[in-house]
């Protein structure tokens, strides 16, 4: 007998449920729920509030003992760079957990499938349903696999506009801007992709598309901070 999608997607992310009903609760947005007429806990709100609270522990305890020189505020900001919205969406696309999102029609129609917000809530909802069925240890270990990696690109990317600013005030010691400016629109009203340019002293210095201005601009303040790891900013101008 040939696995199903959910047995294939269970082996994939090394974690197999007890409780079957947890997971599919975890994946269970609210539009469904509201569609189908379901009680308020067959959608994944609650999942998901356990689970950024297993979140925030193990990275907590992740970030005291990988630095233990650090100062509060400091690891305070690294794990905000590891937990937030980006990360957790960019989690759920590697392991492909937006295929198995049970949304409503509205939310389905509407490109809702693909919304960071969305899968990061489902991430966490994932993380509370581990939780639930295998124990702290369980949770750990997919938390420490699927979010607690490639720090260092993290972390800038994160706060990447306010360190490239650092970086180009440095090397003209004066209040010059950095400018984000709108190169192109596409997309329906409800999935508007924006394609940004990021330019320095009036040239381009790199382009980004998102589905927000704001995300565009984080992403091409990123993608600058990484040609400034190879290049003088002023070899660029």
């Given amino acids: 007998m040939s696995k199903s999608n959910q047995e294939l997607f269970l082996e994939s992310i090394g974690y197999r449920f007890s409780d079957i009903s947890l997971f599919e609760n975890a994946l269970t947005h609210s539009s469904y729920a509201n569609d189908k007429g379901l009680e308020y806990t067959k959608n994944n709100e609650r999942l998901e509030f356990l ?23 400091e690891m305070t900001t690294l794990r905000a760079s590891l937990v937030c919205e980006q990360s957790l969406a960019e989690a759920a696309r590697q392991i492909g957990l937006d295929k198995h999102l049970i949304l409503g029609h509205g939310e ?75 190169i192109d629109e596409s997309g329906p009203a409800h999935e508007k992709v924006f394609t940004i340019g990021l330019i320095i002293q009036g040239k381009e210095i790199t382009k980004a598309t998102g589905h927000t201005k704001k995300k565009a601009e984080q992403e091409a303040a990123y993608q600058a901070l990484l040609v400034l790891k190879d290049k003088d900013l002023l070899s660029l101008l």
């Fill in 108 to 182: 389905e129609k509407t490109g809702g499938r693909n919304r960071d917000s969305i899968q990061s809530d489902a991430f966490e909802a994932l993380i509370g349903a581990i939780y639930l069925d295998g124990g702290y240890d369980e949770a750990e270990k997919f938390i420490k696999k699927y979010i607690l990696t490639d720090i260092d690109n993290k972390r800038l990317y994160y706060d990447s506009k306010s360190k490239l600013q650092e970086i180009v005030q440095s090397y003209f010691h004066n209040s010059t801007n950095i400018e984000y400016k709108v």
């Fill in 51 to 73: 689970g950024d609270a297993v979140l925030e522990l193990v990275s907590s305890r992740f970030i005291y003992d990988a630095h233990p020189n650090m100062v509060e505020g």
